[in-house]
């Protein structure tokens, strides 16, 4: 687990999480050029990041340690959170935990929906993808645009290519099989959940959210599939996260 800032520590606190097969660069570095207002924190996860990494074993310790980051590096609160994908599942989990406190959350695509029978192919999918990816080999349009929205290359051109087999199990077991902490009702703090009208497990998270999180908003980005929004246009994303992250 390692962490990298970036600006002035005395700005408002940004927390980014990357998504699963990703790293904190691919996903955010090209937003930082309109963030430099912020203190930004990027979490980089076991298993996404180095020439030689080493797995992701426990999302539990995963979690802990962003945990421990926070509350003994930040005091215990950042300004705010934003979590892609994977990301975003962990932002829920920590938020929903109650130790630690941010003032606006963002979730793009958080994967909260228990997947049950359907874990363990989805899991074989993301498997396979990665490693036809590797390989420099194509994966079938179908099984992509099923998983990750029509005509989406932004995943492919978003992932890490050294990501273990290892790490993809020990991560899906995670989000694919997430229970939501009942405590989450309990966080009354602006919160806006983003994604893209082609993604249905992000649809079906968001309205297992809203039961926990009444306050939660939406944005839903027509015509874009996981990670576009945030890979295609990041000047945009960026411009929008702002607003919320100003907003009274």
């Known amino acids: 687990?390692?962490?990298?800032?970036?600006?002035?520590?005395?700005?408002?606190?940004?927390?980014?999480?990357?998504?699963?097969?990703?790293?904190?660069?691919?996903?955010?570095?090209?937003?930082?050029?309109?963030?430099?207002?912020y203190y930004v924190i990027f979490c980089e996860l076991d298993g996404h990041y180095g020439t030689n990494p080493k797995d992701l074993t426990s999302m539990e310790e995963t979690i802990n340690s962003i945990e421990s980051y926070i509350l003994n590096k930040m005091g215990g609160s950042v300004y705010g959170m934003c979590g892609f994908s994977m990301g975003a599942t962990i932002g829920v989990e920590l938020i929903g935990r109650g130790n630690i406190s941010a003032s606006k959350v963002l979730l793009d695509a958080a994967i909260t929906a228990e997947l049950g029978l359907m874990a363990r192919p989805l899991t074989c999918a993301f498997i396979i993808g990665t490693s036809r990816i590797k390989n420099?080999?194509?994966?079938?349009?179908?099984?992509?645009?099923?998983?990750?929205?029509?005509?989406?290359?932004?995943?492919?051109?978003?992932?890490?290519?050294?990501?273990?087999?290892?790490?993809?199990?020990?991560?899906?077991?995670?989000?694919?099989?997430?229970?939501?902490?009942?405590?989450?009702?309990?966080?009354?703090?602006?919160?806006?959940?983003?994604?893209?009208?082609?993604?249905?497990?992000?649809?079906?998270?968001?309205?297992?959210?809203?039961?926990?999180?009444?306050?939660?908003?939406?944005?839903?980005?027509?015509?874009?599939?996981?990670?576009?929004?945030l890979h295609e246009h990041p000047k945009e994303y960026a411009g929008k996260l702002k607003i919320f992250f100003e907003n009274k």
Request: glycine fraction near 6%; proline fraction near 8%.
């Open 1 to 37: 687990m390692n962490f990298i800032t970036f600006g002035n520590k005395n700005n408002k606190s940004i927390l980014f999480i990357h998504g699963l097969a990703s790293t904190a660069d691919l996903c955010f570095k090209p937003l930082l050029p309109y963030l430099k207002d």
């Open 136 to 229: 420099k080999k194509p994966i079938p349009k179908f099984l992509l645009d099923k998983i990750m929205g029509k005509d989406n290359l932004s995943v492919i051109e978003m992932m890490y290519p050294k990501i273990s087999k290892n790490t993809i199990k020990n991560a899906c077991k995670f989000i694919y099989h997430y229970k939501v902490p009942e405590n989450l009702s309990k966080f009354s703090n602006p919160i806006m959940f983003w994604r893209g009208s082609e993604e249905p497990i992000p649809a079906k998270s968001e309205k297992i959210l809203r039961e926990y999180l009444p306050q939660m908003k939406t944005e839903v980005f027509e015509g874009m599939g996981h990670g576009q929004f």
